[in-house]
């Protein structure tokens, strides 16, 4: 698995175009499940405050020997420019880690306006070095104009609700223009696209598993995904998608899919 591809980012850094995720993993299970997915050979972890498990992951990659690509992101609670360093002491104890890879603010929280001052947080955090790259989760085109045209720092990443039935189309064409990376989280739309016949179909077409053919989709669309599985063989299974390609027909058929009412999480508006 050594010739995963990587995208390289704004700020001259690359990462893995495929990672592992661990929202929702409890904290006793999580260093398990990393080190297997360190030993299947992922090449990059996603956590967060808010998924309580940092320490964990910390702890799988010190055991595991190898150093993967670390996200991590700030709390709702914890937003603002003195909290938000604060925070991120704290998430850099847990972690365990020389230094942390990329870091997020998780949600923008529009109503309680301390994004732009998180910003300005996360950006003195580089500065630092004690962060490679700084990025946002959840922030939609006015959310990123506003922080851009704040501070003049673009985000090297927007990690994203995106799956087959919400892709997203328009904000990913904003992050195009603006040299911003699109992560997909819930990949697989929470196993809710894995029944649909034209996934099913190109599953058959390919002797691939529908989850792989949509992983696969968000491959060829140059985003970077983390699906989160719990168990060894899926890890397996999500990291076996770079022996094939989707073709221009396959592509159309999924581009198809898109749905106006496809969000399942939250809305940033509003959340």
Same mark, same amino acid.
């Given at each position: !698995?050594?010739?995963?591809?990587?995208?390289?980012?704004?700020?001259?850094?690359?990462?893995?175009?495929?990672?592992?995720?661990?929202?929702? %993993?409890?904290?006793?299970?999580?260093?398990?499940?990393?080190?297997?997915?360190?030993?299947?050979?992922?090449?990059?972890?996603?956590?967060?405050?808010?998924?309580?498990?940092?320490?964990? %992951?910390?702890? *799988?990659?010190?055991?595991?020997?190898?150093?993967?690509?670390?996200?991590?992101?700030?709390?709702?609670?914890?937003?603002?420019? +003195?909290?938000?360093?604060?925070?991120?002491?704290?998430?850099?104890?847990?972690?365990?880690?020389?230094?942390?890879?990329?870091?997020?603010?998780?949600?923008?929280?529009?109503?309680? +306006?301390?994004?732009?001052?998180? =910003?300005?947080?996360?950006?003195?955090?580089?500065?630092?070095?004690?962060?490679?790259?700084?990025?946002?989760?959840?922030?939609?085109? *006015?959310?990123?104009?506003?922080?851009?045209?704040?501070?003049?720092? %673009?985000?090297?990443?927007?990690?994203?609700?995106?799956?087959?039935?919400?892709?997203?189309?328009?904000?990913? *064409?904003?992050?195009?223009?603006?040299?911003?990376?699109?992560?997909? =989280?819930?990949?697989? @739309?929470?196993?809710?696209?894995? +029944?649909?016949?034209?996934?099913?179909?190109? *599953?058959?077409?390919?002797?691939?598993?529908?989850?792989?053919?949509?992983?696969? =989709?968000?491959?060829?669309?140059?985003?970077?995904?983390?699906?989160?599985?719990?168990?060894?063989?899926?890890?397996?299974?999500?990291?076996?998608?770079?022996?094939?390609?989707?073709?221009?027909?396959? !592509?159309?058929? !999924?581009?198809?899919?898109?749905?106006?009412?496809?969000?399942? @999480?939250? +809305?940033?508006?509003?959340?």
């Amino acid at each position: !698995m050594t010739d995963q591809p990587r995208i390289t980012l704004n700020d001259g850094n690359q990462m893995p175009q495929l990672g592992y995720g661990v929202f929702l %993993v409890p904290p006793e299970e999580t260093k398990r499940l990393v080190i297997d997915a360190i030993e299947v050979g992922y090449q990059a972890i996603d956590t967060a405050t808010f998924y309580r498990n940092e320490a964990e %992951v910390g702890a *799988a990659i010190r055991e595991s020997g190898k150093r993967p690509f670390v996200t991590t992101k700030l709390f709702n609670d914890d937003q603002g420019y +003195d909290r938000a360093l604060k925070a991120f002491d704290a998430s850099y104890e847990a972690l365990g880690l020389d230094v942390i890879d990329l870091y997020l603010i998780h949600w923008p929280k529009p109503k309680q +306006d301390l994004y732009r001052e998180s =910003w300005k947080a996360l950006i003195r955090l580089r500065q630092e070095k004690r962060v490679r790259s700084i990025g946002v989760s959840n922030f939609t085109m *006015a959310h990123l104009e506003t922080i851009i045209h704040d501070t003049g720092v %673009v985000p090297a990443v927007n990690q994203i609700e995106l799956h087959p039935y919400f892709q997203q189309v328009e904000l990913r *064409a904003f992050h195009d223009e603006n040299d911003i990376v699109t992560t997909s =989280w819930s990949p697989l @739309g929470r196993g809710g696209v894995l +029944d649909d016949p034209v996934i099913a179909r190109l *599953a058959r077409k390919h002797g691939k598993t529908p989850a792989q053919i949509i992983l696969r =989709w968000h491959i060829e669309n140059g985003l970077t995904v983390i699906p989160k599985s719990s168990s060894r063989a899926r890890q397996a299974e999500n990291l076996d998608i770079f022996d094939f390609r989707l073709d221009a027909e396959d !592509m159309h058929a !999924m581009s198809e899919l898109d749905r106006r009412d496809g969000r399942i @999480g939250p +809305d940033p508006d509003s959340f």
